[in-house]
């Protein structure tokens, strides 16, 4: 499975931007899709993830109600909508995917199984 992430830049706080993650060289469909991203000098640390279907969604408590996950089978892509970002959302932002992961290790980093190579947002104050 190869992740490209993409989308990421720098604005300002109260502003929006999307994430884009395409996926090739599997059936994405049969992959739950996650996001993660990681400051410097932190781990990294969980923000969203769909289910197959796109039927159900997780979300970390700190980007709950600004942040969006959303995923397009037919495109192979998962997109994250940030709305109202705040300086603390800087990060660089990576992409994951796994068949099987389970509700309870979703949130850890450690149990996905496949990652893109991060995209960059920087939000200024």
């Known amino acids: 499975v190869q992740l490209q992430a993409s989308g990421g830049g720098l604005v300002q706080a109260g502003d929006s931007l999307r994430l884009s993650c395409a996926a090739s060289?599997?059936?994405?469909?049969?992959?739950?899709m996650g996001w993660f991203r990681q400051a410097p000098g932190k781990e990294r640390e969980f923000v969203a993830a769909i289910r197959r279907s796109g039927g159900y969604t997780y979300y970390a408590d700190s980007v709950k109600g600004r942040f969006t996950i959303s995923r397009d089978n037919a495109k192979n892509t998962v997109s994250l909508q940030m709305n109202s970002l705040e300086p603390e959302d800087t990060a660089v932002y990576y992409c994951?995917?796994?068949?099987?992961?389970?509700?309870?290790?979703?949130?850890?980093?450690?149990?996905?199984?496949?990652w893109g190579q991060g995209t960059q947002v920087t939000v200024s104050s």
């Open positions: 994951a995917a796994d068949r099987d992961i389970i509700l309870s290790s979703l949130r850890r980093a450690d149990a996905w199984d496949y």
């Open positions: 060289g599997t059936t994405f469909s049969s992959y739950n």
